[in-house]
T-cell receptor, first 114, second 112 residues
Framework: AQSVAQPEDQVNVAEGNPLTVKCTYSVSGNPYLFWYVQYPNRGLQFLLKYITGDNLVKGSYGFEAEFNKSQTSFHLKKPSALVSDSALYFCAVRAPTNAGKSTFGDGTTLTVKP | DVKVTQSSRYLVKRTGEKVFLECVQDMDHENMFWYRQDPGLGLRLIYFSYDVKMKEKGDIPEGYSVSREKKERFSLILESASTNQTSMYLC???????????FGDGTRLSIL
């Protein structure tokens, strides 16, 4: 079985400050990990993924995420938040043997205030 | 860019109606998915298809069926719509392997 937890329903940061959106996972074997963003009345857009290799992965719009195997975490980060980063963020995990099916977290609403 | 198109952005139907939600992708992806999204519940997988005419139940298949007659098209069917099926429905596709899913913009379905 595979599962994802996003422990914070909401994250609030001031523009220009660093942001972190947390994600922990549970899966058998080495995970494939993904972050997606959803703007109002839109579908999810892919931000970045970890498959193998360097634990720090970089993605779209200046976002990055750090894979930590011992803590089973994959936190999303950005050094300097923008108001336009305000959106709903989803973490997802997939076991390589799981025929393409990912399990998504419940989502974290990020609000960046000017 | 991959494009996943859902036929309707907003749909209003009546209880007991048979409802069809259509999804088309233009990248020859093997896998297609239907999710429903409800506040506080994240994305829940309804059905998954890994090839034409092949399907697999997701976490919440009750009250739904699917059809995949052609590789690019994946239809979700509400056999007899009920008010608890009022939700946002998202379609996605992926080539599988290490690749992410690509999502449509969703259909907001209201059952009255």
């Amino acid at each position: 079985a595979q599962s994802v937890a996003q422990p914070e329903d909401q994250v609030n940061v001031a523009e220009g400050n660093p942001l972190t959106v947390k994600c922990t996972y549970s899966v058998s074997g080495n995970p494939y990990l993904f972050w997606y963003v959803q703007y109002p009345n839109r579908g999810l857009q892919f931000l970045l993924k970890y498959i193998t290799g360097d634990n720090l992965v970089k993605g779209s719009y200046g976002f990055e995420a750090e894979f930590n195997k011992s803590q089973t975490s994959f936190h999303l980060k950005k050094p300097s938040a923008l108001v336009s980063d305000s959106a709903l963020y989803f973490c997802a995990v997939r076991a390589p043997t799981n025929a393409g099916k990912s399990t998504f977290g419940d989502g974290t609403t990020l609000t960046v205030k000017p | 860019d991959v494009k996943v198109t859902q036929s309707s952005r907003y749909l209003v139907k009546r209880t007991g109606e048979k409802v069809f939600l259509e999804c088309v992708q233009d990248m020859d992806h093997e896998n297609m998915f239907w999710y429903r999204q409800d506040p506080g519940l994240g994305l829940r997988l309804i059905y998954f298809s890994y090839d034409v005419k092949m399907k697999e139940k997701g976490d919440i298949p009750e009250g739904y069926s699917v059809s995949r007659e052609k590789k690019e098209r994946f239809s979700l069917i509400l056999e007899s719509a009920s008010t608890n099926q009022t939700s946002m429905y998202l379609c996605a596709s992926s080539p599988g392997g290490r690749q992410p899913q690509h999502f449509g913009d969703g259909t907001r379905l209201s059952i009255l």
